[in-house]
């Protein structure tokens, strides 16, 4: 072995830095267990508990499980990648300083891998389930994003819109300063999932909740024609807001100021 393919041992103490393998990994399954767990909720608990006076159990319950698999994923996996599970917070995080750009195709791909996987996993579960379960979720859009027709509350294009590009640029808001370098909180994950859960209570009506394009990916990818055709208003807008919001959030609280 020659003296230059000898590393130094790391210093006792020192920080280990997480491979980009590791990092793209982190995200794969983190992006997993959201969809799993949210889309999951959703689908199972929608199709079951339809006694009247159960539908805002079941709303309450998808609110929640989409935020319980954030906050858990951010404990997990975060201290390894971040915790982004999502495209939009990628890039925002990017725009924000937070994440090199050579990193965020890697990152997006991993996440997007991740959501697919997922709702493949949810649909070959389906298939054992009971008669017709698995066409009749499909049938209706699989728990996927939507306005008109497919939004819950029957609100249109513009509703979704608004609601997304404000939605998700608060949830980068969170995100930036409770894991701020110098102004951040351990209990980070835990503002973030409450967060989320927040959004979905809020929007969930207006157009199933998104606020990340890989959870729309996901699941309009096995809910048919309709929600496909509408999907691109759930990856274009969440990015939008997260852009606008870590531009934003750098310009306002991280600009270098003179004593």
């Known amino acids: 072995m020659s003296e230059s393919s000898i590393k130094p041992a790391p210093e006792p103490g020192a920080p280990l830095v997480a491979s980009l393998g590791a990092k793209l990994a982190a995200e794969g399954f983190g992006t997993f267990l959201l969809v799993f767990g949210g889309v999951g909720t959703a689908l199972f608990a929608s199709t079951h508990f339809t006694d009247p006076g159960a539908n805002s159990a079941v ?35 990017a725009a924000a300083g937070r994440l090199p750009w050579r990193d965020v195709l ?28 698995l ?41 930036l300063s409770t894991t701020h370098p110098d102004r951040g909180t351990p209990f980070a994950g ?17 157009d199933n909740t998104s606020v990340n394009p890989a959870r729309s990916i996901a699941a309009a990818i096995y809910g048919g024609i309709e929600p496909l055709s509408q999907v691109w208003v759930f990856i274009v807008f969440p990015i939008v807001g997260a852009m606008l919001a870590g531009f934003a959030y750098r310009a306002l609280f991280d600009a270098a100021r003179p004593a």
Not at 110 to 123: D, N, P, R
Not at 194 to 205: A, E
């Open 59 to 93: 709303y309450v319950a998808v609110a929640l499980a989409f935020g319980l698999t954030v906050l858990v994923g951010a404990y997990a996996f975060g201290p390894l990648s971040g915790g982004h599970f999502n495209p939009a917070v990628t890039l925002g995080a």
């Open 106 to 133: 890697p990152y997006i791909v991993a996440q997007v891998v991740g959501g697919i996987v997922a709702s493949t996993a949810l649909t070959l579960i389906g298939l054992f389930g009971p008669d017709a379960w």
């Open 135 to 175: 066409a009749g979720v499909q049938d209706a859009g699989f728990a996927s994003n939507g306005w008109d027709a497919l939004s819950p509350g029957g609100f249109g294009i513009l509703a979704a819109i608004i609601i997304e590009v404000i939605l998700t640029g608060f949830f980068l808001l969170v995100i």
């Open 190 to 206: 835990l503002a973030i999932g409450l967060t989320l859960t927040l959004i979905h209570l809020i929007s969930i009506p207006v």
